[in-house]
């Protein structure tokens, strides 16, 4: 199985801070399609993860613009421009070009 | 709009077998595909298996012995049934949807399953 590896696991911001999460993973990631279907959620406190990102970049509908993903074959970053309060939670990419679909361990972000 | 809800017991003894049901609306399974994932209590995230639109199912090999996903399209429902529970199979399961490109786009608000004598 594709082993994804998430940094930092905890990330300290203050809001309006710049921060970002890397995912590194043990094969590329491409699919014979051409599409790189790596994707980034948030799991607030007492909540399903949300879809922030698919297809690397691809801002899912209703998602603040502050989210940015890029990346390509095994490296990948998720940047968020300015944290707000609601931003806090954990992070996880996570692949389906590869079955099965596999998470990173997630990102913590939390307020210092 | 999409909901997809998870229902199902929120204990179940060593040994027995869980059954959950996912019920959708504001959309077809045989449009889209329902992913399971479940999260143990404080934990990560773990995908389980799928229903693809298509009827076709695929399962995570860790689960796949004990795994068996299946689906009603006349009553929008996706079902997991897992046998053989450990303590360790304890934690909060998901559905979501999977569109084409955009997989995990919505989920059920999960239901805690407790394994426990």
């Known amino acids: 199985d594709v082993v994804l590896t998430q940094t930092p696991p905890t990330l300290s911001a203050t809001i309006g801070q710049s921060v970002s999460i890397s995912c590194r993973s043990s094969q590329s990631l491409l699919h014979s399609n051409g599409n790189t279907y790596l994707n980034w959620l948030l799991q607030r406190p007492g909540q399903p993860p949300q879809l922030l990102i698919y297809l690397v970049s691809r801002l899912e509908s209703g998602v603040p613009n502050r989210f940015s993903g890029s990346g390509s074959g095994t490296d990948f970053t998720l940047k968020i421009s300015g944290v707000e309060a609601e931003d806090l939670g954990v992070y996880y990419c996570v692949q389906s070009t590869h079955a099965p679909n596999t998470f990173g361990a997630g990102t913590k972000l939390e307020l210092k | 709009q999409v909901q997809l809800t998870e229902s199902g017991p929120g204990l179940v003894h060593p040994s027995e077998t869980l059954s959950l049901t996912c019920t959708v609306s504001?959309?077809?399974?045989?449009?889209?595909?329902v992913y399971w994932v479940r999260q143990p209590s404080g934990k990560g995230l773990e995908w389980m298996g799928r229903m693809r639109y298509n009827g076709d199912t695929s399962y995570n090999s860790a689960l796949k012995s004990r795994l068996s996903i299946s689906r009603d399209t006349s009553k929008n429902q996706v079902f997991l049934k897992m046998n053989s529970l450990q303590t360790d199979d304890t934690g909060t399961y998901y559905c979501?949807?999977?569109?084409?490109?955009?997989?995990?786009?919505?989920w059920g608000q999960g239901v805690m399953v407790t394994v426990s004598s």
């Open positions: 504001g959309f077809s399974l045989t449009g889209y595909s």
């Open positions: 979501t949807r999977a569109a084409t490109v955009a997989p995990f786009d919505y």
